[in-house]
């Protein structure tokens, strides 16, 4: 997983468990970012790489956070 300043990158290597994958990481992020899931962007950024961004009224937090 890749941290940026408004997004966060992560490889799923193992496309059985891609939607699982994707689904947990639109929730945790949601909820720590006291956001609903429909402001989490999740873009194909390359093969088998998604980008996570919070878009709408929580972009001006930060994902980095989400580490901790």
Request: hydrophobic share 35%; net charge negative; glycine share 6%.
């Given at each position: 997983?890749?941290?940026?300043?408004?997004?966060?990158?992560?490889?799923?290597?193992?496309?059985?468990?891609?939607?699982?994958?994707?689904?947990?990481?639109?929730?945790?992020l949601s909820d720590r970012h006291n956001t609903s899931?429909?402001?989490?962007?999740?873009?194909?950024?390359?093969?088998?790489?998604?980008?996570?961004?919070?878009?709408?009224?929580?972009?001006?937090?930060?994902?980095?956070?989400?580490?901790?």
């Amino acid at each position: 997983m890749t941290f940026e300043t408004e997004a966060v990158t992560l490889k799923i290597w193992d496309r059985s468990t891609m939607n699982h994958t994707i689904d947990s990481l639109v929730s945790e992020l949601s909820d720590r970012h006291n956001t609903s899931k429909g402001n989490i962007a999740v873009t194909c950024s390359g093969p088998n790489t998604y980008t996570f961004s919070l878009g709408g009224a929580a972009k001006s937090a930060s994902l980095e956070a989400v580490n901790s």
